[in-house]
């Protein structure tokens, strides 16, 4: 059986790897239009670094798109291959049975899921919050600026923080912070102000001379408590529980956001009093993360029998029935995506509804293979 695995994997996996280059390099050249224009603009800095990070991030962006067509085209193409040459039926007629043939397109399948998962988790979210900065400057930035002028409100806003810069790729150091703790009715206590602030075994530490201002119920300024001095070189912050993800969260923005990052951010912004249909918005779109790869598994599930179909009957018809699916699949998703955000649905159950209905269809298709 192991020679019938490589076989089919090498089958499949040169289409795939064809489709895979020529869809990326589509994305690419389109994209390549804004760098193309940038580098005739003499107020643009158009880097080999900043070209890179800007079509390597817009790419990430798009790769969860481009793997479920990829494995669509390549398994119809496979597919029809091994019916066309007669391959699929001598397979058959030895007792093979269609899931051991079948095996190494599922496999892959898998893998691509997972790795289009990780991209969404650990890779788009910076890479593509790069690419956009970049473009929304017209490429006069590197798209590696650290943030400027952020905050972030802790939960009940008991804490406020000021922050005069953010560098989301280093969240554990922070320059010229303002942090306010409030009282529970939201009047100011104490404001400590610090050229640094550095996350430290679990704790915030203020660095670099630390200015405190200590504030009566009616947030006016008092004299310090008696024994605490004013200005200190270091002072820790043992109340501010947020962590450095926590605080860079609330800045990256939601679309681009891995799944962690917004359940994350969703504590604090339930505090905040979001509406109704924002809380639907978002459970949707943080539940979509996790449904998102499992396209590429049911794209790949419906594309075999439409392929076998194909090879026995006509290839137009196989095609009709593949690309129907496919196109069913995405319009069910948006249908249950509106659903969501009015209520209809619960989130959860929207998500998972596209993958229940294709799934059964998938299977019934499997079924009724000769």
Not at 84 to 97: K, P, W
Not at 140 to 155: D, K, W
Not at 158 to 171: K, N, S
Not at 341 to 347: M, R
Request: proline share 6%; net charge positive.
């Amino acid at each position: 059986m192991s020679i019938l695995f490589r076989y089919v994997l090498r089958g499949f996996a040169v289409p795939a790897g064809l489709c895979l280059a020529g869809l990326c390099s589509l994305t690419l050249l389109f994209m390549s239009f804004d760098l193309i224009g940038a580098c005739f603009d003499p107020k643009a800095n158009v880097t080999l670094r900043s070209a890179l990070d800007f079509l390597g991030g817009t790419l990430s962006a798009y790769l969860e798109w481009l793997l479920p067509a990829v494995f669509l085209l390549a398994t119809l193409y496979t597919m029809w291959q091994f019916c066309r040459h007669g391959e699929l039926i001598a397979m058959r007629a030895s007792g093979i049975g269609m899931a051991t043939v079948v095996m190494p397109i599922l496999l892959t399948a898998l893998v691509a899921a997972g790795l289009s998962f990780a991209n969404t988790e650990l890779i788009k979210p910076t890479a593509a919050a790069r690419a956009r900065a970049i473009k929304d400057s017209d490429f006069r930035l590197s798209g590696r600026e650290p943030f400027r002028g952020v905050g972030y409100a802790a939960p009940g806003n008991v804490r406020v923080w000021v922050i005069g810069e953010l560098d989301p790729a280093v969240p554990e150091t922070l320059r010229d912070v303002r942090v306010t703790f409030n009282r529970p009715d939201g009047s100011k206590r104490v404001t400590y102000e610090a050229p640094t602030a550095r996350w430290l075994d679990g704790a915030w530490w203020l660095q670099g001379g630390v200015r405190a201002t200590f504030y009566d119920e009616l947030d006016t300024v008092v004299a310090p408590p008696e024994g605490v001095p004013a200005e200190t070189p270091v002072k820790p912050l043992y109340e501010a529980t947020e962590t450095p993800r926590q605080i860079r969260a609330q800045n990256m923005d939601a679309e681009l956001a891995s799944a962690a990052d917004r359940k994350v951010n969703r504590k604090t912004r339930d505090q905040a009093g979001l509406t109704t249909r924002q809380k639907h918005e978002d459970s949707y779109a943080t539940y979509n993360h996790y449904a998102a790869p499992v396209s590429i598994l049911l794209v790949t599930l419906f594309a075999i029998p439409a392929g076998i179909a194909s090879g026995r009957q006509s290839v137009f018809r196989g095609i009709l029935l593949a690309l129907g699916l496919f196109l069913a699949y995405y319009a069910i998703t948006a249908l249950s995506m509106l659903l969501a955000n009015h209520g209809i649905v619960k989130p959860a159950l929207a998500v998972a509804l596209p993958s229940i209905v294709f799934g059964a269809a998938s299977f019934g298709l499997f079924r009724r293979l000769r």
